[in-house]
């Protein structure tokens, strides 16, 4: 099957500019994660998604990161205005709800690089 | 305050030797651990996990092992093989097994050298 898409894969921005990112997930997946990993850091969770639903947007900068997923497949999420401290790489994951103990399944990642 | 900590930020084994990989947790709360494997321009994949009520779960070449008492578990890869070169990510839930929040840990580089 195929794995979760994301893109694009590179982003070069300045700061106070918008920038949008692009995930589709693994068909069939119901549950979609936005993570952002730091350089040197571990991913951290941004968003979580139930089909089109929110489940955890509890560690979401809302004031400048907002993320949808309108029909329950896609989802997108975007910076506007851009910080210095948004540079790092953008994981989305996605998992079917069989039971609690199906694994995440990560895609490669945007890097954002913001100037 | 980082709740999942792993020391190690990098390690270098020789193949067919042991690799032992450690990873720390501070919230006696997190029922589900697992272990994530990363290359470079690659996203996380899925490695093994173990739930709390277990203290070792064995897939092949890995092992996990937790200790709840010690708020310790531990990845065991044997015989560790040139393609286990990677970053390795401990992660813990909070409820909802695996796919509640998972809380990671900073990774571990691992070199296997041949």
């Known amino acids: 099957e195929a794995g979760v898409a994301q893109s694009p894969r590179y982003k070069i921005i300045e700061k106070r500019q918008s920038v949008a990112f692009w995930c589709n997930p693994i068909?069939?997946?119901?549950?979609l994660y936005w993570y952002q990993q730091i350089l040197g850091q571990g991913p951290k969770l941004l968003i979580q998604?139930?089909?089109?639903?929110?489940?955890?947007d509890s560690q979401l900068p809302k004031d400048r990161f907002s993320a949808e997923r309108l029909k329950g497949v896609d989802s997108t999420l975007k910076i506007q205005p851009a910080k210095l401290e948004d540079s790092a790489v953008y994981l989305c994951?996605?998992?079917?709800?069989?039971?609690?103990?199906?694994?995440?399944?990560f895609g490669p990642g945007t890097r954002l690089t913001v100037l | 305050d980082q709740q999942v900590k792993q020391n190690s930020p990098s390690l270098s084994v020789q193949e067919g030797r042991i690799s032992i990989l450690n990873c720390d947790y501070t919230?006696?709360?997190?029922?589900?651990f697992l272990w994530y494997k990363k290359y470079p321009a690659e996203g996380p994949t899925f490695l093994i996990s173990?739930?709390?009520?277990?203290d070792k779960n064995e897939d092949g070449r890995f092992t996990v092992f937790l200790n709840k008492s010690a708020k310790h578990l531990s990845l065991h890869i044997v015989p560790s093989q040139p393609g286990d070169s990677a970053v390795y990510f401990c992660?813990?839930?909070?409820?909802?097994?695996?796919?509640?929040?998972?809380?990671f840990g900073k990774g571990t580089k691992l070199s296997v050298k041949p």
């Open positions: 998604f139930q089909n089109n639903g929110v489940v955890d």
């Open positions: 068909s069939g997946h119901a549950t």
């Open positions: 994951a996605s998992t079917v709800v069989l039971s609690s103990y199906n694994e995440q399944f």
């Open positions: 919230n006696s709360m997190f029922d589900y």
């Open positions: 992660a813990a839930s909070l409820g909802g097994g695996s796919q509640g929040n998972l809380i």
């Open positions: 173990i739930s709390s009520i277990k």
